[in-house]
């Protein structure tokens, strides 16, 4: 990984380093007692810095066996959840030993926006002239929103909406639908990330649009550069929304 923390720095060619991190556990849920984090480069081609591994305890499923393997047991128990959260723990770790190990300082990372760790990282300061500026990720925000289209569609299940009809299904809630509108969502997010006002706008564009009809069309949010109804209006031209649109019970479930 030394070699990784070089690459680093030669492209951002400053030991002032940005870096990502993730958590990960042995068990799904976040109750398992054993975990690690990650810490990566972020270059066009990253790689990993470093990695923490994090251990609570050992369980006591067998108590005979428990009581052989104590007596020699040397315990790995490093991280205390009651204090701080696993991968939060993880991260500062590796933060504090980044310049007695490899000589650079990890200024801005990378946050997931569901996460306390950069919070951890500005309590526990690994640096003393050096605060750490957090970036937020913006894949997990349209993350999020498929997770809440998700969330909505598991809600409803069998559930039938005013016309008859499940939420999910062929030409409604689809996986393949919510996959489009989170890329869209995520593209909108980029266009816009300098401009909150914008990004409001371009964001309910996407709703408007798909809830638009030939008899009602909501185009108000819509622009002339991607917009087929606007540009058909422009132009002159006929314009049919079938092809886009989503049924109005599914966006008001929505």
């Given at each position: 990984?030394?070699r990784?923390?070089?690459?680093?720095?030669?492209?951002?060619?400053?030991?002032?380093?940005?870096?990502?991190?993730?958590?990960?556990?042995?068990t799904?849920?976040?109750?398992?007692?054993?975990?690690?984090?990650?810490?990566l480069?972020?270059?066009?081609?990253?790689?990993?810095?470093?990695?923490e591994?994090?251990?609570?305890?050992?369980k006591?499923?067998?108590?005979?066996?428990?009581?052989?393997?104590?007596?020699?047991?040397?315990?790995?128990?490093?991280?205390?959840?009651?204090?701080v959260?696993?991968?939060?723990a993880?991260?500062?770790?590796?933060?504090?030993?980044?310049?007695?190990?490899?000589?650079v300082?990890?200024?801005k990372?990378v946050?997931?926006?569901?996460?306390?760790?950069?919070?951890?990282?500005?309590?526990?300061?690994?640096?003393?002239?050096k605060?750490?500026?957090?970036?937020?990720d913006?894949?997990?925000?349209?993350?999020?929103?498929k997770?809440?289209?998700?969330?909505?569609?598991?809600?409803?299940?069998?559930?039938?909406?005013?016309?008859?009809?499940?939420i999910?299904?062929?030409?409604?809630?689809?996986?393949q639908t919510?996959?489009?509108l989170?890329?869209?969502?995520?593209?909108?997010?980029?266009?816009?990330?300098?401009d909150?006002?914008?990004?409001h706008t371009?964001?309910?564009?996407i709703?408007?649009?798909?809830?638009?009809t030939?008899?009602?069309?909501?185009?108000?949010?819509?622009?002339?550069?991607?917009?087929?109804?606007?540009k058909s209006?422009?132009?002159?031209?006929?314009?049919?929304?079938?092809?886009?649109?989503?049924?109005?019970?599914?966006?008001?479930a929505?």
């Amino acid at each position: 990984m030394t070699r990784a923390v070089q690459d680093a720095v030669i492209a951002a060619k400053t030991t002032d380093l940005t870096v990502s991190g993730d958590g990960f556990w042995q068990t799904r849920g976040f109750q398992s007692s054993h975990g690690a984090a990650a810490l990566l480069s972020c270059t066009t081609t990253p790689q990993v810095l470093d990695i923490e591994m994090c251990a609570l305890s050992i369980k006591k499923s067998d108590p005979a066996k428990y009581n052989d393997i104590i007596k020699s047991h040397r315990c790995g128990k490093n991280f205390d959840k009651t204090l701080v959260p696993l991968e939060a723990a993880a991260v500062l770790n590796m933060f504090k030993r980044s310049v007695s190990k490899y000589g650079v300082y990890y200024t801005k990372y990378v946050d997931d926006g569901d996460s306390k760790t950069h919070n951890i990282l500005l309590k526990n300061a690994s640096y003393t002239d050096k605060p750490v500026q957090k970036i937020e990720d913006l894949n997990h925000f349209s993350k999020r929103m498929k997770r809440g289209l998700d969330t909505i569609r598991r809600e409803y299940g069998r559930k039938k909406l005013s016309d008859g009809k499940t939420i999910g299904g062929k030409n409604r809630l689809s996986d393949q639908t919510i996959i489009r509108l989170q890329i869209t969502f995520a593209s909108t997010i980029r266009k816009c990330k300098y401009d909150l006002d914008l990004l409001h706008t371009r964001s309910w564009a996407i709703f408007w649009h798909k809830y638009s009809t030939n008899d009602d069309p909501r185009h108000k949010f819509c622009s002339n550069e991607w917009c087929g109804y606007l540009k058909s209006v422009r132009d002159g031209t006929s314009y049919d929304h079938t092809t886009h649109a989503l049924p109005r019970p599914v966006l008001d479930a929505v």
